[in-house]
């Protein structure tokens, strides 16, 4: 039985509200509902906050160890807490813990949408590309040019392959 | 498209004083359907999402995503969000071309937008792109078809992240797969005074739509506004989305009519009392706040609707529930405005408007 937010009588009206694209699931007892959906919320301190709800669900989520992202380098943790992935490869790094949430959240976990007219297979360049450019960060900050213009050239060349720098309109966008 | 040195493209002074062409009230169900919206989340490959983006790539993905938007042959406006001060922010976030949270980010940031403001293109938001689609009343297909069209042309210009398996990527998982998001705004007056709004929050929830405000996250039943969306976007095709609202939306509608045609028989005098009050405070009063105008408004909206106010049409009502928010008001008068002499500025942009039809 659920019970209610507010009172914690039975829940009766069980709503999913999207708050900052955050499913936050809402049970209310017959009273309080009528009261939700007239708009007379309770008092803004009763109401969980958007940040709690989400840390609520992604609580249920305890990977065995803190794992980080190769490419991006953030942790499964730091994911739980603000809620956003840190890059496209968050996807792969952490698919075992993600796979349960996305059939929460989705109740499917295959995409069945358009896709894009090109052929995206490009995933493992893309990672590629994000790990050169804080590569090539770190090369700036500790001075070594060198390395960095040889990143530099990297990139130039992934970029080109995967398309996203369209050079001659990246140029004339000052005129 | 304006770039760098064209910040001058946008007026707010003028932008406010006119009205996003989704407000006018000439789509399909407009009596009721206040708008149509879909938005769509990508990210561009090769790029951190914004969680992990610092300044550099903050400032290179408007770049990159500014000359790409160009290139796609729409005409559109670039707006640097950065450089905007509170209130013009906020003001286009009354008038729902960005959200708060774009308003409120900090580093390189801005939005496009197109004619009529029935298209812009959030950058750096959540996700690097978030293209939003808006249109007045029940319009779902022509909404996707532009969404899809301008996908489709900014996908010639730059990849976005996908997975075979897992569709667009996100950087929340809550968004992953189509990316989409479609929501009908939908004026329902009559279920709210009856109290059978439960019973459309309890049908939509059943089949994984969700119900909010007209301004998101606490703002439920402002004006009477109700606004129903996927909340699902894995394992499903566009179609499926746009079908699932498609079959439900015409329900409500029929609803709120039924309960509309009731009240008139059965609280006739009590429903003329309420509009012709509302519409006597909003013409004579000196100062008003906020809450009571979207209040008012909302009746005003159901008795032009009945027939029962004639002077004023409903694009003109649409248009009151925007303008009448703190950063239009200061926008239209020029200055900056404290609480009381921003309701003193409601009450005379109201009698303004109201008595010039
Ligand atoms: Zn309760
Ligand atoms: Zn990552």
Redesign the interface.
């Known amino acids: 039985m659920k019970k209610c937010r507010h009172c914690s009588r039975r829940a009766t ?11 936050v699931p809402i049970h209310l007892c017959d009273d309080c ?2 009261g ?4 007379s ?1 309770a008092p ?1 301190d009763e109401v969980p906050t ?1 940040a709690a709800e989400l840390a609520a669900k992604l609580e249920a989520l305890v990977a065995d160890e803190d794992e980080e992202c190769s ?4 942790s499964f943790s730091q994911f739980r807490d ?7 490869a ?2 792969d790094e952490f698919r075992q813990d ?1 796979m349960p ?2 059939e929460n ?14 052929n ?4 493992a ?2 990672s590629q ?2 790990h050169l ?2 590569e090539q ?1 770190k090369a700036i900050d500790r001075e070594d040019y060198e390395s960095a213009a040889t990143l530099r050239d990297e990139i130039a060349r ?2 080109a392959e ?5 050079i001659s ?2 140029e004339d ?3 | 498209m304006a770039t760098e040195g064209e910040q001058s493209a946008f007026f707010p002074q003028d932008m406010a004083k006119t009205s996003g062409a989704w407000l006018s009230a000439d789509g399909p169900e407009s009596d009721i359907v206040f708008s149509t919206r879909i938005r769509v989340a990508r990210n561009l490959a090769g790029f951190p999402f914004m969680s992990q983006a610092d300044a550099d790539t903050r400032a290179q993905l408007v770049q990159t995503l500014k000359a790409a938007l160009t290139e796609t042959g729409h005409n559109l406006t670039f707006i640097n969000v950065e450089s905007l001060d509170e209130l013009d922010a906020q003001l286009l976030v009354e008038r729902q071309l960005i959200s708060r949270e774009l308003a409120q980010a900090e580093g390189a940031r801005g939005v496009v937008i197109g004619e009529g403001e029935s298209i812009s293109v959030m950058l750096n938001e959540e996700d690097h792109v978030r293209m939003q689609i808006l249109h007045s009343g029940l319009s779902l297909e022509q909404c996707w078809d532009v969404a899809n069209e301008l996908d489709d042309d900014l996908e010639e210009q730059v990849s976005f992240s996908f997975d075979e398996k897992l569709g667009y990527l996100t950087a929340c998982p809550t968004n992953v797969g189509t990316g989409i998001r479609v929501s009908v705004m939908l004026h329902l007056p009559a279920l709210r005074i009856t109290r059978e709004i439960q019973k459309v929050h309890t049908a939509a929830q059943k089949i994984n739509l969700a119900v909010r405000g007209l301004y998101g996250e606490g703002s439920q039943a402002m004006g009477d506004f109700y606004q129903i969306s996927n909340q699902v976007t894995l394992g499903c095709s566009e179609q499926d989305l746009l079908n699932n609202l498609g079959d439900v939306v015409p329900n409500i509608l029929g609803y709120e009519r039924r309960v509309r045609d009731l009240l008139l028989r059965d609280n006739r005098s009590q429903l003329d009392d309420q509009v012709a009050r509302a519409m006597g405070i909003l013409t004579s009063a000196r100062s008003i706040t906020s809450e009571e105008t979207m209040h008012l408004l909302s009746s005003v909206r159901l008795g032009v609707n009945l027939g029962m106010v004639t002077e004023v049409s409903i694009a003109t009502v649409n248009e009151l529930f925007i303008q009448t928010q703190r950063s239009h008001l200061q926008r239209i008068q020029g200055q900056t405005l404290e609480s009381d002499a921003r309701n003193e500025a409601r009450a005379a942009w109201l009698r303004e408007r109201l008595s010039d039809n």
């Open positions: 009206l069980h709503v999913t509200e999207i708050n900052d694209n955050v499913a509902a009528h939700y959906l007239n708009g919320n803004e958007q490419n991006c380098n953030i603000q809620g956003r992935l840190g890059c496209a968050c996807y993600l949430l996305l959240i989705h109740e499917d976990s295959t995409h069945a949408g358009k896709r894009p007219r090109r995206p297979g490009q995933s360049s893309e590309l994000v450019r804080s960060r992934l970029e995967l398309h996203n720098f369209p309109t990246a966008s000052n005129d």
